[in-house]
């Protein structure tokens, strides 16, 4: 398995958001999602347009079956509203183009965001990019490190440090200060 890292620079996010969006509206709504929700992909490929008309999303997670309530952004609701009220109803927001009505796979969720990574030249990037993004933003608007904890679901404050890179950003500080 590969070893992701977050986007930590926010003009390669709007980057990332420009490009993607110019290429395909459902491809912008997936990145936006990601990484203003800090959903996982598995839980993002389940949403349908229904999900997209309220200002919560309640999922039951695909990794941990447990019941989750998200509230989605102000802002990506409006953003995103056009492409969503173009969707059919019960239609998966991240739709395939393969069969009728099926969300895509991971591995062209994959994709998508490798192409887009490449484009604003980042290489560590992955499926979990979108929830270290959302992770390490949220962690650095909010200083807020419990709370980022349980909206992750993770067991301790340093996991979620590790997690979306502060421990690593801390590191690399120290090394670059570090002398002998």
């Given at each position: 398995?590969?070893?992701v ?71 990506v609701?409006?953003d ?54 959302f ?46």
């Open positions: 398995m590969n070893f890292e977050p986007i930590r620079d926010p003009v390669k996010v709007e980057k990332m958001k420009e490009y993607l969006r110019q290429k395909n509206e459902r491809n912008y709504a997936l990145f936006l999602l990601g990484i203003a929700t800090g959903l996982r992909i598995s839980d993002i490929l389940q949403l349908k347009k229904e999900n997209l008309l309220r200002t919560h999303v309640d999922i039951k997670e695909t990794k941990t079956r447990k019941r989750k309530r998200v509230k989605i952004p102000g802002y609701r409006n995103l509203m056009l492409y969503v009220k173009s969707l059919n109803d019960e239609e998966y927001l991240i739709r395939s183009r393969q069969g009728h009505n099926k969300p895509i796979v991971r591995s062209t969720a994959y994709r998508i965001l490798r192409e887009a990574a490449e484009y604003v030249g980042l290489s560590e990037i992955g499926t979990h990019t979108l929830r270290k993004t992770g390490y933003h949220f962690y650095k608007q909010t200083k807020d490190i419990a709370l980022l904890q349980e909206l992750f679901n993770h067991t301790s404050q340093e996991i979620t440090l590790r997690y979306i890179g502060i421990n690593q950003d801390s590191l690399d500080k120290a090394m670059d200060k570090y002398r002998i």
